[in-house]
């Protein structure tokens, strides 16, 4: 009888003990840990739920991670980008305050300071708007009549070759106008700089049963394959040197992609290098008895 009850003894502890180990080693770091406990009884229901929890645990610490990661990264990006220009800029304001230069170096090391100035500002409006994106309320989306967007589009545009083909449109979606603006000026700007002036840059719409496709089309260099996933990343520019001569901040695509996160959608981009770049999202259409903006 003593045999017996200690091996029932033994049988009913050894699950609770597996348990607690287990538990012991997730506190200790090893989130991938499991019971896996076979059995229909209670001890083994409370196993599934116990893995359950430690899946859970284990999901919401390797968000953690890699939003930690990326806030790294994006922080030594952010460093280095401000870190390459303030150099050269301090090695210029230095050799204009130290000694007297001839005309043209002068002219040099003041046109080097005013083009840094200005993108070291457009790159801190960048940081702005995306922190307002990313901790503000999420936009309330009205409808709004495409050819209104359009137009809107048009005016803003600076002039500049190749010029951008607009269709007809007078499909509504629901969107929040400004943003949806901002989205597209900055696709056709980025198109721009991609393509060459004989090149040509076009706006294309495809009406699906409830929803409305926008694509930006160019002719220009293309994207490499390996570059794609990470174009929306901050910082992030296929070209550095190419893009910090046009003033870019490695912005324009993530605050993009943030818009269109706020939109419901993401933005998808199909490149051949050498062929041009599409860059397509997918807005709700409107229903008919929403009240539609002019």
């Given amino acids: 009888a003593a045999v ?131 901790d503000g309320e999420p936009p309330t989306l009205e409808p709004v009549r495409l050819n209104t967007i359009f137009r809107q589009l048009t005016r803003a545009l600076p002039a500049g070759e190749p010029p951008l083909s607009v269709p007809e449109c007078s499909l509504t979606v629901l969107a929040q106008p400004e943003l949806l603006c901002d989205l597209l000026y900055n696709l056709v700007q980025n198109a721009r700089h991609a393509t060459p002036p004989e090149g040509s840059i076009t706006l294309e719409v495809s009406e699906q049963d409830e929803t409305v496709a926008l694509t930006v089309r160019d002719t220009g260099c293309g994207i490499p394959a390996g570059d794609l996933p990470r174009i929306t990343e901050p910082f992030y520019m296929v070209d550095k040197s190419r893009a910090r001569q046009q003033g870019g901040s490695g912005m324009g695509l993530a605050l993009c992609e943030r818009i269109a996160v706020l939109h419901g959608t993401h933005l998808i981009f199909e490149s051949t290098p050498g062929a041009g770049t599409a860059v397509t999202l997918t807005l709700t259409k409107a229903k008919e008895d929403d009240h539609e903006t002019a």
């Fill in 4 to 134: 017996l009850t200690l091996l029932l003894c033994r049988r009913m502890v050894y699950p609770l003990e597996q348990l607690n180990k287990a538990s012991r080693e997730i506190a200790a770091g090893a989130y991938g840990q499991r019971t896996s406990l076979p059995g229909s009884d209670e001890i083994a229901g409370l196993s599934r739920s116990f893995d359950e929890m430690a899946a859970a645990v284990e999901d919401k610490v390797n968000a953690l991670q890699n939003h930690l990661q990326e806030r790294e990264d994006f922080i030594a990006a952010f460093t280095h980008e401000l870190k390459t220009p303030m150099t050269s800029m301090l090695g210029y304001a230095d050799l204009l305050r130290g000694t007297e230069v001839p005309p043209a170096t002068r002219q040099k090391a003041a046109d080097f300071i005013y083009h840094e100035s200005k993108r070291l500002e457009a790159l801190s409006g960048r940081l702005m708007e995306l922190m307002q994106l990313n």
